[in-house]
Structures are given as structure tokens and as C-alpha cells.
């Protein structure tokens, strides 16, 4: 223990944080862990998911690291690695810290089940990931400075090699910040955004900004605690407000202040973002490159490229560590989250050549894997590593890749769907089930009505990107066509997509061969769009499905929210009361579908049936809010009304015919 203890001075002395992987049976690797920080004597903070351990924070908990700093922690990920917590956790230790990561026995892991696969590989069980685990071996194998130490072995420190020491800064500026404070000084209206890996002070630089003028600056940031650090720089004068809330006082009146601060800018949903910035003359974005939050890169290319006028920042330097960090290091390799990017194609370059990537080429083509992962980082700045884990292990998954050499220039990733049996497929119409995966084949049968979709075999898009500089070339609808034609030789019967609305996009996916299957019926919290489902059919049952979902999205289009707000005509056609309203009525009636997927169905019946029905009529043709129809018909609340509104429809769909609603009323009971 002696040896172990002077190592950790020296890595104080340092400015240094190692990891030491520590594998075998839990019970011996918790054992080996808690002697090892008990001869440290120092704070130790613990991640499992196993409830005996005293003062354990659950690795689903770890985003509270954000803004904190710890020294010295332990992961336990014999059950399962949360990749997205270890990175949170290792963005929180200090420079001197040991991160401790206890795995299964190091032969027996990669065949293990992980039950953190449960969140991200849409199996109803845990299962094996062979791949991450042998990514991540391979390269702790290959790290001089970091450590695996193996039940049935003694633990060996290595001699390794002097460093110089290490001056952490005292309460100043280091001289990159110094520079940009000095810019920020004399800024001019328009926003300004800081982007840094962890650890490079863009926090303390908001901070420091603050602390000269916190009367006339204003704090907003996902939480409170993810504020921590700037806070802490400012001073407890400067005024927080959460991003909802703030947003809601700008609206009667906005703050009169000089400086609209925002920290870890990018966990906060776009469209509430602009929202708030439009209200501020001086905006301060700060964001991280690339970490369990998302990245950064893609923040600027997603976000950043919509704002009018706005300056890029960056902060290289670390200052809570030196400079070179194994940990830091280490974990930049396994989760892929260095700051370089994707070169651009140089000109003349000759055309990309398209491959297809199977999961066990990535181990074996790490560049590749490099390529391709940073590509979509840099796309889509909601990619996580939970993202890395997913396209190296979950099953189901394709890829193809548009390659100049061994630069990725474009990157397409499908995953497989439908092929459940028709039982389990009426399940999921009439509401009772909802399994792991299938997300369009699910929500066109739960929310679109189309029960058959869920009995196609087909693959969805899940990431599409090409390199800025090669777009609008084509180049996205040849990975497309490629795909088109490889899954079309496999005999499945679509291709689906899923994407925020936009008149671009949806450009883009007509000329790829798309039809419009789904809109949703608010917008979402993360990109401000109305989600949008649509097929590629290629199949005839494909082509039936399509035209089915096509007929049914015009059809019910009148009464759609989405209806009044986007610029998209479809023709509405037949609005008779048919053999589909049948059906949709009585999983709304008889079954559990819920009444947004029915608004279509239900207006037509209230048009053919001359019942009073008041309580669906109050709110489908006079407008009145739930909560205040309720409270009209003295009810309980939302769920006693629903009820009514099911009851309301069950009478008048007897009312219309007995004999064919006790008929539809088996079919929805799944008889």
C-alpha cells in the first residue's frame, strides 16, 4: 500500500488523474477497491446500481456530477457499463484523483451480459457487447499509464516516469482566457460561444466575466447545480433563473441586463434556446466539445448556423489538470470523444466510394470507426456514447459509408424493424403493448392506425450525415439509393425515416423515393419540429402500407395541430364515415388508443351522428380545454374524462350500427 499511496502523491504533484481497471468476481473487486482508497484516506465517491453500498450514487444519477468537482471515485461496472456516466464521472475528478472501473473477469466480459444495454439496445434483455469491450481492452492494453490489475495476479505499479511539477491557476485567468475575457469586454451586441473539452475553464470564464458586473448579468443553465462552477467564479450576486422560467418572464418583460449568460448551453432544447436569445443584446453560449451531454462540434454546425451573428470561442488548455492526462486520454480513445474532426475533402478528390460496415469490421478498421462516429457526432449534437455503444454492439444495426481514402465523407445508419407476429402486432394498436424497438413499425400502428406495420420487415434510418463541404452534391441520396437497393435484394418490404419537419427536409427525402406517413401532434422539446414518419416502399405490401398511411395522414389532416402551423397542403379527400373509422373508433372505444390518434375518426362520427355526446363535442367542435371541461362535468380530472369521452364514443358508435360495433369491439379485444 505504501507504493500506492506515493504513487498518488506523485500524481498530485503532477496535476495527473489514472485508471486502474480492476477485474475479477465483484464481491473480490469491491473488496480490492474499498482497501485501496481506505489507504488513500481522502474523499472517495462511488457509482453502482447496487443499493448495499452505502452512499453509492446510481450511475442514471451521474449528470449531478456536472459543474462538481470530486477527488478520487470507483465505478462498479460488473453489472453493466453506463458509458455516458463514466464520462460524467470523469469529467468531475480532480487533477491527483484514481478513477477505480471494476469489470467482470477480464476473460468471461465480452461474452457477459450488461444490463445496461436495457436503455439503448432495444432487446428485452440484457446482452453481451463484445465489441465495446474489446474496443475498450485493446486500448487500456495500450495505454503506458493506466493500469489493469487481474484477480489471482498482485497489483504491479510501474516506474513510470517523472513529470514535471504542475502549478494549478491561483484565482487568475490563464492567458487564453485572459485574451477572450478581454474580447468579451468590448463585445458589441450579437452571441458569443465558447466551446472546450472538460476541464479548460470555459465556466470559470463565464464566470469571471460575471463577477466584474453580476448586477448586470443573468445565469440560465439546464439545472442550478450545472452551474455550479460559473457560480462559484461570479460571485453570489449574479441571479440565476431556469430556461423555462426565465423564458416565461421575457415574454411580459425581459430583463435589463447586458449579459445573457447560458452554461452547458447545448443540454438545453433548441427551439427554447432561440426562444430566449432573441431577447438579450449580449448572449454567452458555453459548451462542451464532446461528452455524455452531447457534442459540441455539432452544436455549432446545428444550432449556431441558424443565429445571424455569432463568434466562435475556444479554449484549449486544461486547468484543472496538466496537460497529456492518461485519464483524459484514455477515455478521449475509448469513447471517441477527441475534438478533431472529419479533414474536409481536398479538390480535386475523386468520387467517394461507397462500403458497407459490418459491426465486426469496426475493431478491426479503428480509423474508420474514428471517421464514421465523428461524422455523426459532428452532425447530430445530441450523439452521445451511448450512440458508440449502439452501433458497436446493439443488433440489427447497418452502415455504409461513403468513403475519400480512410476519411468518412458521408455516413448512413439503418436498424432493422417489424417481423413481429400479428397478435403481438394488434397489441400494439390497440394500445395494451409496446415492446423494445421498432419505433416507426410501433408508432404507425399506435398513433398512426396502421396495425399491419408492425408485420413488415423493413429497416429505418437512423443517422444520415455528409460532410458540409460535399453536400447538396447528391452524395446523400446515393447512400440512400444504395441502401434502397441492397435491402430490396434482402426482400424487405420498406425503408422508414423519422425526422423533425422542416420544408428542406422533407425535400430531400421525396427525392430519395420517400412518401409521408405520420405527422405527430406537437412539436418536439428538442428540435422545436413536429416529428415526421415516412416510407420508401418496396414491396407490395410495402406499397399497400404506404398508401394506407398516405390516405389516412390526408384524410385526417383538417383536424391535425400540425395542420395550421406548417406550409403542407395534402389533399384531404373522402370524409365519409368508413370501414378504417370503424376500426380506429373502436380501439378508442373498446381498447386503449389514445384520443390524439383518433381526432380524425372521431370528428367524422360526430358529423354522422346526431347524439348530443357533450362532452366530446365541447372539446372536438367548441374547443374547450380538458381541464376546464372537466371541471364543467364535475370530474375527477383527465383520466375520468377520458373515460367519458370513451363512453360517449362506445354509445355512439351503437347508436350507428349495433351489430357492426359488437364486430369491431371483438376485433379490438383481439378475438
Given amino acids: 500500500m505504501r507504493e500506492w499511496v506515493e504513487a498518488q502523491r506523485a500524481m498530485q504533484h503532477a496535476g495527473i488523474r489514472r485508471l486502474l481497471v480492476i477485474s475479477g468476481e465483484r464481491a473480490w473487486c469491491v473488496a480490492q477497491a474499498q482497501a485501496l482508497m481506505a489507504a488513500l484516506a481522502q474523499e472517495v465517491l462511488w457509482i453502482s446500481a447496487d443499493p448495499a453500498l452505502p452512499g453509492a450514487l446510481p450511475p442514471e444519477q451521474a449528470r449531478q456530477l456536472l459543474g462538481s468537482e470530486r477527488q478520487h471515485a470507483v465505478f462498479d461496472a460488473c453489472d453493466g457499463l453506463a458509458a455516458d456516466a463514466l464520462a460524467a464521472l470523469a469529467g468531475s475528478l480532480a487533477a491527483g484523483s484514481w478513477l477505480l472501473l471494476l469489470v467482470p473477469p477480464w476473460q468471461r466480459w465480452p461474452q457477459q451480459p450488461d444490463r445496461d444495454t436495457l436503455r439503448w439496445s432495444e ?87 460575471a463577477a466584474q458586473a453580476p448586477t448586470r448579468c443573468l445565469l440560465t443553465a439546464p ?91 475556444r479554449l484549449t488548455s486544461p486547468i484543472r489538470w496538466a496537460e497529456h492526462d492518461p485519464l483524459e486520454r484514455l477515455l478521449d480513445r475509448v469513447l471517441l470523444m477527441g475534438e478533431e474532426t472529419a479533414p474536409a475533402a481536398a479538390a480535386p478528390a475523386p468520387p467517394p466510394t461507397l462500403i458497407t460496415v459490418a459491426q465486426s469490421d469496426w475493431l478491426a478498421r479503428p480509423a474508420l470507426l474514428a471517421s464514421f462516429y465523428g461524422l455523426l457526432s459532428a452532425a447530430h449534437y445530441r450523439t452521445t456514447p451511448l450512440d458508440l455503444r449502439r452501433l458497436l454492439d446493439a443488433p440489427g444495426q447497418h452502415f455504409i459509408a461513403a468513403c475519400q481514402g480512410e476519411n468518412v465523407c458521408g455516413a448512413l445508419w439503418l436498424v432493422e424493424e417489424g417481423g413481429l407476429a400479428e397478435p403481438l402486432a394488434r397489441e400494439v394498436w390497440a394500445g395494451r403493448r409496446r415492446p423494445r424497438g421498432n419505433l416507426i413499425a410501433q408508432s404507425l400502428a399506435a398513433h398512426g392506425g396502421q396495425w399491419r406495420a408492425p408485420l413488415l420487415r423493413s ?26 437497393a441492397r435491402a430490396a435484394a434482402s426482400g424487405l418490404d420498406a425503408l422508414s425515416v423519422s425526422f423533425g419537419y422542416t420544408p428542406a427536409l422533407w425535400a430531400f427525402w421525396q427525392r430519395c423515393g420517400f412518401q409521408l406517413a405520420r405527422i405527430g401532434t406537437q412539436r418536439e422539446a428538442s428540435s422545436g419540429c413536429y416529428a415526421a414518419m415516412a416510407l420508401l416502399p418496396l414491396s407490395a ?76 363535442r365541447a372539446h372536438l367542435q367548441q374547443g374547450i380545454t380538458p381541464p376546464l371541461l372537466a371541471q364543467q362535468l364535475a370530474l375527477a380530472g383527465r383520466k375520468a374524462l377520458l373515460a367519458r369521452w370513451r363512453e360517449e364514443t362506445a354509445t355512439a358508435l351503437t347508436a350507428l350500427d349495433n351489430a357492426q360495433c359488437q364486430q369491431w369491439q371483438m376485433w379490438a379485444a383481439g378475438d
Fill in 223 to 313: 439545472s442550478r447545480q450545472a452551474a455550479a462552477t460559473l457560480s462559484r467564479w461570479a460571485g453570489e450576486a449574479l441571479p440565476f433563473m431556469a430556461p423555462d422560467a426565465l423564458l416565461a418572464a421575457c415574454r411580459q418583460q425581459a430583463p435589463d441586463v447586458d449579459w445573457l449568460l447560458v452554461d452547458e448551453a447545448a443540454a438545453i432544447p433548441a427551439p427554447l434556446l432561440h426562444a430566449l436569445i432573441r431577447h438579450f443584446p449580449r448572449v454567452l453560449l458555453t459548451t462542451t466539445v464532446q461528452g455524455y451531454e452531447g457534442t459540441g462540434r455539432g452544436f455549432l454546425l446545428k444550432f449556431c448556423a441558424e443565429l445571424p451573428l455569432w463568434h466562435d470561442l
Fill in 541 to 616: 405490401a410495402g406499397e399497400a402500407l404506404a398508401h394506407e398511411a398516405g390516405r389516412r395522414l390526408a384524410r385526417d389532416w383538417p383536424w391535425q395541430p400540425a395542420s395550421r402551423e406548417l406550409d403542407l397542403t395534402l389533399a384531404s379527400g373522402d370524409q365519409g364515415f368508413d370501414q378504417e373509422d370503424w376500426r380506429e373508433l373502436a380501439g378508442f372505444a373498446f381498447a386503449h388508443r389514445p384520443l390524439e390518434a383518433s381526432l380524425g375518426a372521431l370528428q367524422r362520427l360526430l358529423r354522422h351522428s346526431a347524439l348530443p355526446l357533450p362532452a366530446l
Fill in 123 to 209: 432487446q428485452p434483455q440484457p446482452i453481451a457487447t463484445p465489441h465495446f469491450v474489446t474496443h475498450l481492452g485493446q486500448l487500456l492494453l495500450q495505454e503506458r499509464e493506466s493500469l489493469l490489475w487481474r484477480q489471482g495476479e498482485p497489483l504491479r505499479l510501474p516506474d513510470w516516469h517523472a513529470r514535471p511539477a504542475w502549478q494549478p491557476p491561483q484565482g487568475e485567468p490563464t492567458p487564453c482566457q485572459h485574451a477572450l475575457l478581454a474580447r468579451l469586454r468590448t463585445a458589441g451586441p450579437g452571441v458569443w460561444v465558447v466551446t472546450a473539452a472538460r476541464g479548460r475553464g470555459k465556466s470559470a470564464l463565464a464566470g469571471m466575466l
Fill in 459 to 484: 429497416r429505418r434510418i437512423s443517422r444520415i450525415a455528409v460532410q458540409p463541404g460535399l453536400r447538396r452534391q447528391g452524395l446523400g441520396q446515393r447512400l440512400v439509393a444504395e441502401q434502397v
